[in-house]
Antibody, heavy 118, light 105 residues
């Protein structure tokens, strides 16, 4: 069974930084695009970022462009999200997600809560 | 940016009934997916490519539609189907609709 396990989030002050990681197992990590999707408390799903197989192509939602950086280490089967200049509106559960057929999102981690507050 | 509008916002139904959920795109999309999210759980892929069921998804779930109008149908609601459903498109970047909550009447 595909496993995606996000690192623990936490409480961060506005303007602060946090790096999330996602450990992937039970599939060939380097063969798949990967994504981050977030969900603010009580709200819907919002796509955040994508990275291709080897990390040479990335894309970001406008709301995080210039502040967040997605990366991957295929040797370690790990996906990352570096989040800088955090704002209150970045408070959300962040999901690590595998890219699936026809650009769908086929496997999701359990999510990790990031709270931005003073 | 392509906007996805889901309707209804909330659907009140009883177990055993048929549920029909709609997703309308602001412009034509090439691929559309549907996800289910139960309370306290991560989303789960149900349908991709508008009509293909994901691995392990029961055949009571079906998707249809093209271009700007898409439908998710649950033929007979089971107790575990009461959840929030999201559509998602991926022409360019990825965007989600706001969701339809299917609740027990």
């Amino acid at each position: 069974e595909v496993q995606l396990v996000e690192s623990e989030g936490g409480l961060v002050q506005p303007g602060g930084s946090l790096r999330l990681s996602c450990a992937a197992s039970e599939f060939t990590f380097s063969n798949y695009w990967m994504h981050w999707v977030r969900q603010a408390p009580g709200k819907g799903l919002v796509w955040v970022s994508f990275i291709n197989y080897d990390g040479t192509t990335t894309n970001y939602a406008d709301s995080v462009k210039g502040r967040f950086t997605i990366s991957r280490d295929n040797a370690k089967n790990t996906l990352y999200l570096q989040m800088n200049s955090l704002r209150a509106e970045d408070t959300a559960v962040y999901y690590c997600v595998r890219g699936g057929p026809l650009r769908s999102l086929d496997y999701w981690g359990q999510g990790t809560l990031v709270t931005v507050s003073s | 940016e392509i906007v996805l509008t889901q309707s209804p916002g909330t659907l009140s139904s009883s177990p055993g009934e048929r549920a029909t959920l709609s997703c309308r795109a602001s412009q034509s999309v090439s691929n559309l997916a549907w996800y289910q999210q139960r309370p306290g759980q991560a989303p789960r892929l149900l349908i991709y490519g508008a009509s293909s069921r994901a691995t392990g998804i029961p055949d009571r779930f079906s998707g249809s539609g093209s271009e700007t109008d898409f439908t998710l149908t649950i033929s007979r609601l089971e107790p575990e189907d009461f959840a929030v459903y999201y559509c998602q498109q991926n022409s360019g970047s990825w965007t989600f609709g706001l969701g339809t909550k299917v609740e027990i009447k």
